[in-house]
């Protein structure tokens, strides 16, 4: 452990905040490991995105364009959107905290749902705010709970929808409703991560709200669906006054060249995304309804993950769970750092992975049986 320096202190509040851990993505002693603990694509990305990726090689010298306009016309035409109203970043994790650093701070608060993001309250004690939690329904968003909780001092309400980890989703007019009745100086900030994965009808990641009114916007990442979380890349779309105060406070070459011509790619690629939502989809209902037969209980998961129960008998149930996955080279995710700790986090791998996960947890239950 680390001691504080008797007299040279960051701000107050700094020392209070527990650092991200990332899902693990090794298991001692086993032969092989499969890490289905961060929700990557377990397709990896476009051959197009991997292309432009290598074509950039030669200009490594050069400073990228810093407004990254290549990248924000390829989003916008993939999207149907205003190229000038979006913002791009080194991962949707770096415009959440940029959102924190610009709208928050000493006495503010920044509010999300009880099991939403981890980095929304690490950003928002990182700008000084108070994080503040609402307590969800069925390990979903509460919008009625949001809206109580909020106060004078609510400065930006963060929403994943669908939610990571619980991979659930509230519906479009939901989240208008929640928009409608915030507070007026509040931000309501929808962080869509895993929207391509969403097939449910009338689903809307964003865009609408954040297109038409004035207190919305809608982050995105390329770390999922389109497989480039090496290169750490996101975007943010929302009102052009949100734009403007990001674009101030943001670096000036924020999002290195390589990851701009991954990212162009990648998006215009609509097959190989729509590819990738079809395969998981598929994989994901046979593992959810496999872990069922076993007895496991999952959310009902929009996302390219499952959140599964195994503390129904027991609050030692998850880890031992846990560490039968690992000493079959199995990697998945604990959620104590959630809130849940009587739950697994089940990246949606390959299907020769499903079926690995899906007979190491049948033979678990068995054993406990």
Do not use: Q
Not at 90 to 107: F, H, M, T, V, W
Not at 295 to 312: D, I, K, P, Q, W
Request: charged share 20%.
């Amino acid at each position: 452990m680390t001691h504080p320096h008797p007299t040279i202190a960051p701000r107050p509040g700094v020392l209070d905040i527990s650092p991200y851990v990332g899902g693990e993505s090794g298991a001692a002693g086993a032969n092989r490991a499969v890490k289905l603990s961060a929700n990557e694509n377990p397709l990896g990305p476009s051959p197009a995105a991997v292309d432009a990726y290598r074509a950039g090689a030669g200009a490594l010298a050069l400073y990228p364009d810093g407004g990254a306009t290549a990248l924000r016309e390829a989003i916008a035409a993939a999207h149907g959107l205003e190229a000038e109203r979006i913002v791009c970043g080194a991962g949707s994790d770096e415009l959440i905290a940029l959102l924190c650093k610009a709208y928050a701070g000493p006495g503010d608060e920044v509010l999300h749902s009880r099991h939403g993001f981890l980095m929304y309250a690490i950003s928002a004690r990182a700008a000084g705010a108070t994080p503040v939690a609402a307590p969800e329904r069925d390990l979903t968003a509460d919008v009625d709970a949001l809206l109580a909780a909020c106060s004078e001092r609510t400065r930006l309400v963060f929403l994943a929808n669908p939610n990571n980890p619980t991979g659930t989703l509230i519906r479009a007019a939901e989240v208008a409703r929640l928009a409608d009745a915030l507070p007026p100086r509040a931000l309501l900030v929808l962080d869509a991560a895993y929207a391509e994965y969403v097939d449910a009808p009338g689903y809307d990641a964003g865009e609408a709200l954040a297109r038409a009114r004035e207190n919305v916007v809608m982050t995105r990442t390329f770390s999922k669906i389109h497989g480039l979380a090496a290169l750490r890349l996101g975007w943010l779309y929302g009102p052009a006054h949100v734009v403007d105060v990001i674009n101030r406070v943001r670096g000036p070459f924020n999002v290195s060249a390589p990851a701009l011509a991954a990212g162009a790619a990648a998006v215009a690629d609509h097959d190989y995304v729509a590819a990738c939502a079809a395969e998981n989809a598929a994989w994901r209902g046979w593992l959810r309804d496999r872990l069922a037969a076993a007895g496991v209980r999952c959310t009902e998961s929009h996302g390219n993950f499952l959140l599964a129960e195994f503390g129904e008998t027991g609050p030692a149930a998850a880890p031992e769970a846990d560490a039968w996955l690992k000493a079959r080279g199995l990697v998945v995710r604990r959620m104590e750092g959630y809130g849940l700790p009587g739950w697994l986090r089940v990246s949606v791998g390959r299907p020769e992975d499903c079926r690995a996960v899906a007979d190491a947890v049948a033979a678990f239950r068995a054993a406990r049986a």
